[in-house]
């Protein structure tokens, strides 16, 4: 039961800080005081330190041995390799799905990229968050069809980092979400026609633009 009570209170540490340091409250840089968030989160010490330990290993949080732990920063070298990571995985794995994903998945891809375009046509000040949301459903439903337990274990890292830089590039996410939309309607096509190298190609360059304004 204390196992379990310990295991609990540090899932709620877990996603109070991870949400924190995505929507961008603790900023790149900002100190992680175990105290303070262990207060502020109403928990002990114990499981923030957990956290803080899950967040080093999905590469959000970095520590020094005995300073305290801060949000992690990301020079421009390492936003171009994990740009260029994520991309090389989800092409990988959009190529597996393309010849296993079933009729039920297809029509599950085809009912978030109609939300998506609902989204991008209503705008508002919300559009991109929503449609971020939206996106990571249609990119799961991928990497669920490309039936790889160890690729997903890979991709885990790489997508929870690049979701604290997708606020670097929110205003290049907002230019292009109707050619994202694009590019969602192309990776259907390529799926019905169960086409590897279509897939590919198509994430690859769907995953590159966000990156890339000038991309096609």
Known sequence: MIQTQKQSAAEVAYRH???????G???SGAFLIEQDLAAEIGVSRTPVRDALHRLE???LVHA???KRAMVRDFSESEVEECFELRAQFES???GRAATRITPEGIAELKRHATRM???VNDAGP??????SDLNDLFHAIILDHAGSPRLRELMRPLMQVQLVLMKRYRHTIEMHLTRSCWHHSELIRAFEAHDPAWAESQMRTHMLSAKNPGAA
């Open 57 to 59: 290993n999905e590469g």
């Open 117 to 119: 375009e609902e989204v």
């Open 64 to 66: 020094e041995g005995n």
């Open 126 to 131: 919300e559009a991109a968050l929503k449609f």
């Open 17 to 23: 800080i991870r949400r924190r340091i995505i929507d």
């Open 25 to 27: 409250t603790l900023q």
């Open 92 to 94: 990988f794995a959009a």
